[in-house]
């Protein structure tokens, strides 16, 4: 129906060429006649709407008289006639239209037309028409209307959008009432749009933005965030069973995509804009829902650690609660007398439950906000006040905090998270009319209280701004001012909260006693100690720093000292793991994310990286950050950091250090309850908490990370076995490790980990991500964990990784190496693939590969690796049908750090030898190698783990103690080392080396004629090609006699034979195996006998 | 208008493969290739049939989003589909493929269908990407594969309609969670609305995909 063919327009003469002017014309007449939309109708004019953008297009591109007619007949006009009418199915007609506007202008090339085409002001009011927006087809083809015109602004389109003289921006307005529309693809839509909007750059208009909507834009977008906050919380609280997972995933993900969206409008580098949205946010949301939530968890809250801790929480309720009280009284009221009034009356009522998230929350939030964002007045101010803010801050009420830390002091907002006073849309629609009283919504009234702090924040405003377009900035810090006017002395105010403490005392389990609000409703948790005062505070407790202590007393001092930072100290307390590392992994997150955040000065960072003493020196050296930081200087030009902070600097390193390795100490338990990435987090912080600003760790640290490594290998130890799986599951873990190093952001990005730790795979939480579930994840933990210690041991001390990978991949045969085969061991075969390919190839095996080669063309004896494999992971399988067959698994050789998947299947194969015998030499063959060179692995493992117990220890790092004894062949064809050393010693020619310990080479399958040249050639061959001439090797004319003498003794039975052989053969590197010398002897007659048929 | 399901679609791909033409040629069949004219558009939505369901395609163009992080990482989580859109006529469009697909793999949730789509097709002379390279890739990377051209309109519909299909078979096996609309998947207004109640036929499948999750 909608896109009915029904055409009743071709009896008026329809002209034939669908893209002409004529057609145009037609149309506008059948626009014309249709001026009513109505039931029988609608179909032609949505076809006609259709056509229009079609030959539209086609003008632009290719006749200009097409679009001066559209513009002639003010065919835009039409279009708002249509959409102007409610009748039955306008939306139907409304869809179209707005699809025909968003082909035009998508599409339109030619600057002029545009121009054209906006200038008669219809598009705005096409804007701000009032479409059936419950439609959610109309909806969507409205907002991608506004986003389509969005892209198309510039700093000349932008004046046919905003006119800078009724100060009015529809397409900006109207966009973004629908920022927090339910439907994800609008809200999308509305963000691009407002950031296309923003960087457009064009200084009027952003006047316009910060001064009429910044405030309830930005107000209304932290606000959302909040409550999306508060629901993300409640879904942890209700969720210890993993429930609503995927619901947890999309608040999460949604959360990133709002950090994201703020962070790409503070990338903009748009200053005043910038500085609303930081205020904003500071003042609305990360202050007072993030971290104030850090300590006023009342179930999670240590009761006993610190006499203050309950008051100060209380006090701060209380003042915020004030705070806010005072706030909303003077918004309710515009008089200042009816102002106190309400205020009082605020306070009277006031049992509203401050809105907060859990701990747990709170950590995980501002790790994103610290690895997200980088906007350095956020993110400094908030590390400052984490790290740094004392005890103070309770006392002199958040605002003061803040408003030192924000850039030019423009608090004009309260510190809360509270809902705003005005819906967007209102706030919005107050902009539109064009009284330029308009102000953000917090502020209604004139300013009322006495201004002496104001007139710092009102310098850095534009005059005329301050005077006309935000007579709210007066207001700005008029908590502050409150404060200030009634400062009474220090005495005072300790007392007021002493009083304040002991009323808490009576009702220690109500997190806001009613007797809280009377006295906090006193001046005195207004008031300010002064700097001085704050700076005499702090020399007393940092006067007994100065000498050098011992790590003890140095922990014990910091942590007497940190009880005055209370939400460093939360922090610091959260990566206590005794119970479960829950917490931990969070406050993990945030160390790392407030470490490497760009934005963050490294000054403060000393705090938590440099040792006590370091900290002095570099407090000493004024102008190292501030230099650096430069270009941020505007902002921190407010910032007490430089004087104030650095006369009280405290170290809490060797506090953080030992909390680290107390994590890592746990993890080294059997029935650890810390999951691997806390670990591996908490490995990584450590060292960088132990290399300090100097990079170089000292030797206390070193001697407490080989003492880490002792332990994680004993963990490991526990479970090293001479079975199969453990090499394979220490391999897989080793690639793993080093294919994926930790990244914080997209852990980060994982809602799984906001749930408590669990156990079970069946969560489809990621290995590191939850505790092991059955010995064998127990064994790939205690792996894991040696790993990343004993990393942490060589990155501390500096010394290279010398012993994993175990395999080395620099001695491995390529494939297309040219091998000097002359002399080897090579057993002919076919191997046939599933798809029933079939390739004749010759098997050689050295000490940890199979290879496969092809002769080469060029030289005789030496052949090409077509394929190698590792023997570690070959699997064997006989044919139960054919004894000629071996079925063959080949994997890549795993090339440890290199990326390469472990156990990539090189070939799934069925390989025909000649005959059983053959088949069952090479089964023989394939199997020890295999056997052999996993025992070597399993032997550097013991090494690494320092494995002892099982032979002898003294020799344990030549020898080899754990080996059990090897078979008589094995011993004598690779006596101990020497054989190994031969090997390396001929692989040193990468491109084309001799295989070792092979002898004899078969070549049944070739035709004689090769096979003499073969013979004849050998010797010379060998001696030209051989690295270094070994004349002492016994030609293969020799073998062949030998091993056909040996092979007259007609038993099959290997074992027997071996001695006999290898006892006849003098010459170590020419000894046969068992092996070969049995197939050896065999070849000859079949040989002969093929011969004999070619 | 109702509708059983309504899913959410995007089109990734460099500039100027053809995204919004292919959409256009999608939505409005009509604009035929006449006079060398291109025409697209940045977001449309059309009903289609599927296992005698209506299912309305919502189809948005990412184009020209690209400067924001913000904006790409919700426009892949907020759909059920993804067209990977090549041009068979530029190789290095083909070469971007990966890091696309790495973006969408990251930031959309794990069921999102994505199809890989050669377009312009009509141009063989001009080719530069076989066909079959297309083809190993979209089998390397588990994806659907088909060569389009949106201006013949050859295989634009079955692109279109054979993504829905894989999201519907999804959604009847119980991989997609239909009650969450983040996942770019909704139910229609009578169809919720009926509920378990009047639904029959219609709402079961909805229902049971709905009780495995």
């Given amino acids: 129906m909608f896109r009915s063919r029904s055409w009743f327009g071709a009896a008026w003469g329809r002209p034939k060429n669908p893209h002409s002017l004529e057609r145009l014309k037609y149309l506008h007449n059948i626009l014309c006649k249709n001026t009513t939309v109505s039931e029988s109708n609608r179909g032609t004019l949505v076809e ?13 591109q290719n006749d200009s008289s097409v679009f001066d007619f559209f513009l002639e007949k003010n065919m835009l006009s039409y279009f708002l006639r249509i959409m102007r009418q409610k009748c039955g199915g306008s939306s139907y007609v409304c869809v179209q239209l707005l699809q025909t506007l968003n082909i035009l202008f998508e599409n339109i090339r030619n600057e002029t037309s545009l121009y054209y085409l906006l200038s008669n002001n219809h598009v705005n009011s096409i804007i701000v028409h009032k479409f059936d927006f419950s439609d959610e087809e109309v909806m969507a083809y409205y907002i991608s209307f506004l986003k389509t015109l969005s892209l198309k602004l510039n700093n000349h389109t932008i004046h046919f959008f905003y006119n800078e003289h009724t100060k009015d921006f529809p397409l900006y307005t109207e966009a973004i009432k629908f920022f927090n529309h339910n439907e994800s693809m609008v809200r999308i839509a509305v963000r691009t749009l407002t950031l296309n909007v923003y960087r457009v750059q064009d200084a009027s208009m952003l006047r316009f933005i910060r001064d009429r909507t910044a405030a309830p834009y930005f107000s209304n977008l932290v606000w959302f965030i909040g409550k999306h906050i508060l629901e993300l919380d409640a879904c942890v609280r209700n969720d210890a069973d ?13 959360h990133l995509d709002h950090l994201h969206y703020i962070n790409d409008i503070l990338c903009l580098n748009i200053p005043d804009l910038n500085d609303v949205l930081t205020e904003h946010l500071l003042h609305k949301l990360l202050v007072p829902l993030y971290i104030y939530s850090l300590t006023s968890d009342p179930a999670k809250r240590p009761v006993t650690s610190s006499p203050y801790n309950r008051d100060h929480i209380q006090s701060i309720e209380a003042i915020t609660r004030n705070l806010e009280a005072i706030l909303k009284g003077k918004n309710a009221e515009v008089s200042p007398t009816r102002m106190t009034f309400a205020r009082q009356q605020r306070l009277d009522s006031e049992d509203e439950v401050k809105p907060s998230v859990s701990c747990v929350v709170a950590l995980f939030l501002l790790s994103q906000v610290f690895l997200i964002i980088t906007h350095g007045p956020i993110v400094h101010a908030l590390a400052w006040i984490i790290i740094q803010s004392d005890l103070s801050v309770f006392e002199d009420g958040a605002t003061k905090i803040l408003e030192m830390y924000i850039s030019n002091a423009k608090s004009n907002v309260k510190l809360e998270f509270s809902k705003p006073q005005l819906s967007l849309e209102k706030a919005l629609e107050s902009t539109s009319g064009h009284e330029r009283d308009y102000t953000t919504p917090e502020y209604g009234g004139p300013k009322t209280f006495g201004s002496e702090d104001t007139d710092q924040s009102s310098c850095d405003l534009d005059p005329e701004l301050v005077s006309t377009s935000l007579p709210s900035t007066s207001h700005i810090s008029e908590s502050s001012s409150i404060a200030h006017d009634s400062t009474e002395d220090l005495v005072t105010q300790m007392h007021s909260i002493k009083s304040d403490i002991t009323v808490k005392e009576n009702m220690p389990d109500s997190p806001l006693p009613d007797s809280g609000i009377e006295s906090s409703s006193s001046k005195a948790e207004f008031n300010n100690i002064t700097d001085e005062e704050k700076q005499k505070l702090l020399a007393v407790s940092s006067q007994a720093s100065t000498e050098k202590m011992s790590l003890e007393s140095i922990i014990e001092k910091e942590i007497k000292e940190i009880e005055k930072r209370p939400f460093l100290k939360t922090i610091l307390d959260s990566l206590d793991c005794s119970e479960n590392d829950y917490k931990a992994l969070f406050a993990l997150c945030l160390l790392f994310a407030l470490i490497n955040n760009k934005g963050v000065n490294t000054e403060l960072l000393d705090t938590l990286l440099c040792p006590e003493t370091e900290g002095s020196t570099v407090s000493n050296v004024p102008s190292s950050t501030s230099q650096s930081d430069a270009t941020s200087s505007d902002s921190k030009e407010g910032t007490p950091t430089p004087t104030h902070s650095r006369k009280s600097m405290h170290s809490f390193n060797a506090l953080l250090i030992s909390k680290l390795i107390a994590i890592a100490h746990l993890s080294c338990k059997p029935a650890s309850k810390v999951r691997l990435v806390t670990l591996e987090l908490s490995v990584t912080l450590v060292r960088i908490a132990m290399q300090g600003a100097t990079g170089v760790a000292g030797a206390r640290h070193i001697v407490s990370a080989d003492n880490l490594r002792g332990r994680a290998a004993a963990l490991a130890r526990n479970f090293y076995k001479c079975d199969d799986i453990f090499l394979d599951m220490f391999e897989d873990e080793y690639c793993e490790m080093s294919k994926r190093p930790l990244n914080v952001e997209w852990l980060c990005m994982d809602a799984a980990i906001l749930l408590p730790p669990t156990r079970t795979p069946m969560s489809g939480i990621a290995f590191a991500k939850r505790l092991p579930s059955g010995e064998m994840e127990r064994a790939r933990r205690a792996i894991r964990t040696f790993f990343l210690i004993r990393d942490l041991y060589l990155k501390l001390t500096g010394k290279p990784e010398t012993q994993l990978p175990l395999t080395n991949p620099a001695p491995f045969v390529q494939v297309g190496d040219i091998l000097d085969l002359n002399d080897s061991d090579l057993i002919s075969c076919d191997i046939i693939q599933k798809d029933g390919t079939c390739h004749h190839r010759f098997l050689a095996v050295d000490n940890i590969q199979i290879i496969l080669v092809e002769p080469d063309k060029q030289k005789l004896g030496w052949g090409v690796a077509k394929l190698v494999g590792s023997l570690q992971d070959l699997e064997i399988q006989g044919d139960k049908e054919d004894p000629r067959c071996l079925h063959l698994t080949i994997h890549k050789p795993r090339v440890g750090a290199s990326g390469a998947l472990p156990r990539t299947v090189l070939l799934r194969a069925k390989f025909k030898f000649d005959d059983h015998i053959r088949s069952m030499a090479a089964k023989q063959r394939l199997t020890k190698g295999r056997t052999k060179s996993r025992q070597k692995k399993m032997q550097q493992i013991g090494r690494l783990l320092e494995v002892s117990g099982m032979a002898a220890p003294a020799l344990a790092p030549r020898h080899r103690p754990l080996f059990t004894r090897p078979a008589g062949l094995t011993a004598i ?36 004629r090769e096979s003499s040249i073969s013979r004849s050639s050998s010797t010379h061959g060998l001696r030209e090609g051989s690295p270094r001439s070994r004349s002492e090797e016994i030609p293969l004319e020799d073998i062949r006699r030998n091993a056909a003498s040996s092979s007259s003794t007609p038993t099959v039975s290997i074992p027997q034979s071996q001695p006999s052989t290898s006892s006849a053969l003098q010459k170590p590197s020419a000894i046969s195996s068992e092996e070969t010398s049995f197939i050896s002897g065999e070849p000859r007659p079949k040989r002969k006998g093929l011969v004999e048929t070619i | 208008m109702a509708y059983a399901y309504l899913f959410k679609y995007i089109i990734i791909g460099d500039t100027g493969v053809g995204k919004s033409c292919l959409l256009l040629q999608f939505t409005d069949k009509r604009f035929q290739p006449v006079h060398d004219l291109t025409i697209g558009v940045e977001f449309g939505a059309r009903m289609i049939t599927i296992d005698g369901k209506q299912i309305k395609l919502q189809i948005w163009d990412t184009a020209g989003q690209e400067a924001f992080r913000s904006i790409t990482r919700s426009y892949y989580r907020g759909a059920a589909g993804a067209l990977l859109v090549y041009d068979i006529t530029r190789r290095d469009t083909f070469n971007h493929l990966t890091t696309w697909l790495e973006d969408a793999r990251q930031h959309s949730n794990s069921n999102m269908v994505i199809m890989l789509i050669g377009n312009k097709s009509d141009l063989e002379s001009r080719r530069e990407v076989k066909k079959e390279e297309g083809e190993a890739f979209a089998r390397e990377h588990g994806l659907v594969f088909m060569e389009t051209s949106a201006k013949t309109a050859a295989n634009v519909e079955e692109a279109f309609i054979n993504t829905a299909k894989e999201i519907y078979e999804k959604i009847q ?31 079961a499948g909805g229902a049971a995909g709905g009780g495995c999750c």
């Fill in chain 1, 48 to 60: 006609s709407l259709r056509c229009i953008a079609e030959i539209l297009i086609w003008g632009d």
């Fill in chain 1, 242 to 254: 993993h429930q609503s997972q995927q619901k947890l995933d999309d608040l999460v993900a949604e």
């Fill in chain 1, 973 to 1008: 064809r690779r006596s101990t080392g020497a054989d190994g050393d031969d090997t390396e010693r001929r692989l040193r020619r990468p491109s084309a080396h001799m295989l070792k310990d092979g002898i004899v080479v078969y070549r049944e399958r070739t035709t004689s």
């Fill in chain 2, 173 to 203: 096996e119980g991989v997609f969670d239909i009650n969450n609309e983040a996942n770019g998947i909704k139910i229609g207004p009578q169809h919720s609305a009926a509920g378990g109640a009047a639904a029959g036929g219609a709402g």
